[in-house]
């Protein structure tokens, strides 16, 4: 098993940890939906997604080629 672990933004929350519940309130005679913590993350706005070691030595070189001045 040649796989590490990356941290990568939920894909439920889209990183933000919070997502809005189906609940509203009033304030100042505006209504604002309220938010929960997210179950996919658990609230951190991550997870970890297992990436084969081959793949990520790909990713590398895409992210170096993409930082060479043209």
């Known amino acids: 098993m040649n796989e590490i672990p990356l941290k990568v933004d939920c894909p439920a929350c ?8 189906n609940e509203t309130f009033v304030l ?13 993350c658990e609230g951190s706005g991550k997870q970890l997604k297992w990436v084969d070691l081959g793949d990520f030595a790909y990713m590398l ?7 060479q001045p043209t």
């Not at 889209?14 to 519940?21: A, E, H, K, T, Y």
């Not at 100042?28 to 996919?40: E, L, M, N, P, V």
């Not at 070189?61 to 930082?67: K, Y």
């Open 28 to 40: 100042a005679g505006r209504t604002h939906f309220r938010h929960r913590k997210c179950i996919a």
């Open 61 to 67: 070189l895409a992210i170096q080629a993409e930082q």
């Open 14 to 21: 889209s990183g933000r940890g919070i997502v809005p519940s």
